[in-house]
Each structure stands twice: as C-alpha cells, then as structure tokens.
C-alpha cells in the first residue's frame, strides 16, 4: 500500500534564483528537526533565471522536494493551483517563497486543522505583536484599503485575506482549488469566497511575519486588477459556477 506524506507544502516561484535556494534549505530543515512527514512542491512559473535548475540540483540531495513545471509564466494563483492539485499530503499548504511567515510558523496552521478547522489561513492583522518587520506606512495603508474593499465586496469575514500562508484539508482543497478561476495576485479572495460559499469551516490563525523590501506586488497596478477580479468572482457567483460537483482527485504517487 502507497505511503502518502501527512502534509504539503506548495511553493509558487517566479525568478527566485536569489532566493529559493535558502528557502528550500529553510523549510527543508523545518521538515527534518520538526518530524514532519511532508513533501515539498516548487512551482516554477515559467522563470527566465535559473529557478528551475536550482530547484532540481537542490532535489538531488533533498528527496522531501519536487519541482512543478508551469508551460508559461501564469501567475501565482494558476502556481499555488497546480501545486495544490498535485499534492499528495493529508494537509496541504502554500507559503511564499520569500518565507515571510516562517515555516516554523506553519505548525501553528496544522494545529488549527487538527483542532476541527477545514482550512487555516495566517493572519498579519489579529496580532499585529507578531510582525518582526513592517511594510513602510504607505504598504500598510494600501493593504488595509484594500482588504476593507475585499470584505465589503465579498463578505468576508476576516482580518487578512492576502496573507500567502494558508493550509487545507486534503478534501477542502480539492474542492476549492477545483473550482478557482483566478490566475494572479486576486485569487486569495476568491479561494475564501468559495470556501464559506461551500461551507468549510475556516479559522484564521495569527503568525509571524516580516516584510521583505524585494516583495513584486504594485498596490496601484496590481490592486487595480485584483478589484477587476473581485468583480469577476461576483459574477461567477452569480452564474452558480461554485455550486458545481467536483471529483475527488486520486493520489497516484508515493512519499519518500
């Protein structure tokens, strides 16, 4: 009988030849000390660096990691999917590659499940304690903009929807990422719309994190379009196309 790992863990990378390699030793080593039986996915979203070819010679000596291969470059949320879709744990999760919640922090979101949650989403806002470094006050200005138009536009009952760090039950994974539609940086609402709308039991869970200066995101360009996708999730609504049937995807490989 296969052997499938408890947990996931699914990262979205994009030219991260600076930073992926210490982040795979980071949360490599997190695997290791902490007992956790897991699987590491990296998605390469179609990078011109050598993203992939580190990934690759990192996985010759690491079996916990496996690389995932977008045709083109797609976006994170087109990544976080397939990733998710492809995982083989029990658990699954995705976590940005610049690690800005710790991995450590991870196990804070697996004991959420554990107590009852479906999904576990990391939360910058509830403990504002937590943040080792903060964005510059006009990054903080625009987030909570924004996040108070996704919760007025969506009904959403949280603190922080954008955080890149959030675990799912095998099933509520499934379900959810099946029925995305959002490709970009707008498909962390989307994920959470879906999620209420099919009645899993979501707890959002405070974490550590710090602001990395490198982080892509332009709140004018990017926050505009993510407001477009606001609007495209409302209409999908609307044309009950997160009300669809979904098949339970088989696990068909086999943990280390």
Same mark, same amino acid.
């Given at each position: 009988? $296969?052997?499938?790992?408890?947990?996931?863990?699914?990262?979205?990378?994009?030219?991260?030849?600076? #930073?992926?390699?210490?982040?795979?030793?980071?949360?490599?080593?997190?695997?290791?000390?902490?007992?956790?039986s897991?699987?590491?996915?990296?998605?390469?979203?179609? !990078?011109?660096?050598?993203? $992939?070819?580190?990934?690759?010679?990192?996985?010759?000596?690491? *079996?916990?990691? =496996?690389?995932?291969?977008n045709?083109?470059?797609?976006?994170?949320?087109?990544?976080?999917?397939?990733?998710?879709?492809?995982?083989?744990?029990?658990?699954?999760?995705?976590?940005?590659?610049?690690? !800005?919640?710790?991995?450590?922090?991870?196990?804070?979101?697996?004991?959420?499940? $554990?107590?009852?949650?479906?999904?576990?989403?990391?939360?910058?806002?509830?403990?504002? !304690?937590?943040?080792?470094?903060?964005q &510059?006050?006009?990054?903080?200005?625009?987030? #909570?903009?924004?996040?108070?138009?996704?919760?007025?536009?969506m009904?959403? &009952?949280?603190?922080?929807?954008?955080?890149?760090?959030? $675990?799912?039950?095998?099933?509520?994974?499934?379900?959810?990422?099946?029925?995305?539609?959002?490709? =970009?940086?707008?498909?962390?609402?989307?994920?959470?719309?879906?999620?209420?709308?099919?009645?899993?039991?979501?707890?959002?869970? *405070?974490?550590?994190?710090?602001?990395?200066? #490198?982080?892509?995101?332009s709140?004018?360009?990017?926050?505009?379009?993510?407001?477009?996708?606001?609007?495209?999730?409302?209409?999908?609504?609307?044309?009950?196309?997160?009300?669809?049937?979904?098949?339970?995807?088989?696990?068909?490989?086999?943990?280390?």
């Amino acid at each position: 009988m $296969a052997q499938y790992p408890r947990f996931s863990i699914v990262i979205p990378a994009f030219n991260e030849r600076a #930073r992926i390699p210490a982040t795979m030793r980071s949360v490599v080593e997190c695997v290791r000390v902490r007992g956790w039986s897991a699987e590491v996915i990296v998605v390469n979203d179609g !990078s011109t660096d050598e993203t $992939a070819a580190l990934v690759k010679e990192f996985a010759r000596h690491s *079996p916990e990691v =496996r690389l995932l291969e977008n045709p083109t470059n797609r976006g994170k949320g087109y990544s976080v999917r397939s990733g998710i879709l492809h995982a083989l744990g029990d658990v699954v999760m995705f976590t940005d590659a610049d690690l !800005s919640s710790p991995i450590e922090e991870a196990q804070r979101l697996f004991d959420a499940i $554990a107590a009852g949650a479906d999904i576990a989403i990391g939360s910058r806002w509830l403990a504002t !304690s937590r943040q080792t470094h903060r964005q &510059p006050l006009y990054r903080q200005i625009f987030g #909570r903009v924004f996040n108070a138009l996704t919760r007025a536009i969506m009904r959403l &009952p949280f603190a922080d929807t954008q955080c890149g760090f959030k $675990a799912f039950t095998r099933s509520a994974a499934q379900t959810v990422f099946q029925l995305q539609t959002i490709e =970009r940086w707008g498909f962390d609402p989307e994920i959470l719309f879906i999620a209420l709308k099919r009645g899993y039991h979501i707890q959002e869970v *405070p974490v550590s994190w710090a602001h990395d200066a #490198r982080s892509r995101i332009s709140y004018l360009r990017d926050g505009l379009q993510m407001l477009k996708e606001l609007a495209i999730v409302r209409w999908n609504a609307l044309l009950g196309r997160y009300g669809k049937q979904v098949q339970a995807i088989q696990r068909t490989g086999q943990s280390r």
